[in-house]
């Protein structure tokens, strides 16, 4: 484990997303990095870890899931080999949360100001995250945060990928993405350029998010995406273990199987206004956080 940590502090995108995510989400445990660090790491013992092994991989905390060709008999079998041995206990326990201070600690000098968080490393480019607070995967707004990430930066005719790349040449790799838990979720607009170009891509991705505003999304564009979205979804469904994983994921997540005919009515019920009260929310350009890793970051 401490290993990987340690490949983690020699990755620039992944340590850049660690610090990003605990400047964000302040109080929230999942702030925390998710590997820990060396110090908590070196103070797990067998103990501890039969102790949580007990707690967690218990007979009622576990989903069953299977796929393919299911013959009679065969989940009963299965289901009787996880049998609980009393109710799971409750997961109350949550890491402290991580000061401004901490971050530039755990993240070697990290700089945090009020919507800038600054790494500065010898690396060839500069990495960048910006984003914001968003919300769970059990939110109304899932969905059409979903769609309007889709259409501002989730492919090569997305609006900053032809903004950014296409139109001024200033990154190889940009793009958003939702990253949405149990309680709290974020977007972001993530990638890397040269740094003479940060300042440049900064104000291009802010600009594209204002005219967004101002402009709103067509009935052409909204349509595509609902078209793209729905596409991915069935695509996703080929293979025996694609489909086991998103019935695990469903019963996890959300407490049922959730049918491909009602998660497309999802999608077709948006309309403009949901994204656009979205945009509003969640890709407001002056309540974003910025962060940045690379050479003469600030």
Do not use: W
Not at 73 to 83: S, V
Request: hydrophobic fraction near 40%.
């Amino acid at each position: 484990m401490v290993e990987e940590i340690q490949e983690v502090l020699d990755t620039p995108e992944d340590l850049l997303h660690d610090a990003f995510t605990a400047r964000l989400y302040g109080g929230h445990p999942r702030g925390r990095p998710i590997l820990g660090t060396p110090a908590s790491v070196r103070g797990l013992d067998a103990g501890l870890l039969r102790r949580e092994h007990a707690d967690l991989f218990c007979g009622a905390n576990l989903v069953v899931a299977v796929a393919g060709n299911v013959r009679p008999g065969m989940t009963e079998g299965l289901c009787a080999c996880f049998e609980p041995a009393g109710a799971a206990p409750p997961l109350t326990r949550s890491p402290a949360a991580v000061s401004d201070d901490e971050i530039g600690i755990l993240f070697d000098g990290a700089e945090v100001r009020d919507d800038r968080l600054v790494i500065d490393s010898p690396v060839q480019q500069c990495y960048f995250e910006i984003g914001n607070q968003a919300v769970s995967y059990l939110h109304p707004d899932r969905v059409p945060l979903a769609m309007l990430s889709n259409i501002l930066g989730g492919g090569l005719s997305s609006r900053i990928f032809q903004a950014v790349r296409e139109r001024e040449g200033l990154a190889y790799s940009v793009f958003t993405y939702t990253d949405m838990g149990r309680d709290i979720g974020l977007v972001s607009c993530s990638g890397s350029c040269s740094p003479s170009k940060l300042s440049r891509l900064e104000s291009v991705v802010r600009g594209e998010y204002r005219a967004f505003l101002r402009d709103g999304v067509g009935e052409d564009e909204l349509a595509d995406t609902r078209a793209q979205i729905k596409s991915q979804l069935i695509f996703s469904l080929e293979g025996g273990s694609n489909q086991m994983g998103r019935a695990a994921k469903d019963e996890i997540f959300y407490g049922r199987f959730i049918p491909t005919s009602e998660l497309v009515g999802e999608i077709d019920a948006v309309g403009r206004d949901d994204i656009m009260r979205c945009a509003r929310t969640y890709f407001d350009p002056d309540r974003l956080l910025t962060a940045v890793h690379g050479p003469a970051a600030a």
